[in-house]
């Protein structure tokens, strides 16, 4: 699969790209929601892998603006965050997300949860 990763951490980026690429998937980065939502836009991918907590455009805003957006509101997002929060998880969910991970993660939950984001 192709997958977005948005995330502002560009450590982050590279540990879920290896994840992501240990999997046998393809990925490109985005540093922020604003920048996420424009390559969503030009590229074709299978899911989205995004932070919440980012400059510019945060993962929720992200969501916000998704959902307004009839192409890409069809491509899963897996929320991937620092903050384990249940109301934040509800937000995410509410919004439109398909799946909330929190990191540390582990690579083989990562790639599971794309495996039934992308099925489902
Ligand atoms: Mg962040």
Redesign the pocket.
């Given at each position: 699969m192709n997958v977005l990763v948005v995330?502002?951490?560009s450590t982050?980026r590279k540990i879920i790209g290896l994840a992501l690429g240990g999997a046998g998937h393809t990925y490109k980065e985005a540093e922020n929601g604003r920048v996420g939502l424009a390559k969503a836009r030009e590229d074709k991918f299978e899911c989205i892998v995004l932070?919440?907590?980012?400059p510019e455009m945060n993962g929720i805003e992200f969501l916000r603006e998704r959902s307004k957006d009839p192409a890409l509101s069809k491509v899963p997002v897996i929320v991937l965050?620092?903050q384990d929060e249940e109301a934040l998880k509800a937000e995410a969910l509410g919004l439109g997300a398909n799946s909330f991970l929190v990191k540390p993660f582990q690579k083989e939950v990562l790639a599971q949860t794309l495996a039934s984001v992308v099925r489902s």
């Open positions: 995330d502002d951490s982050m932070d919440v907590n980012m965050t620092t």
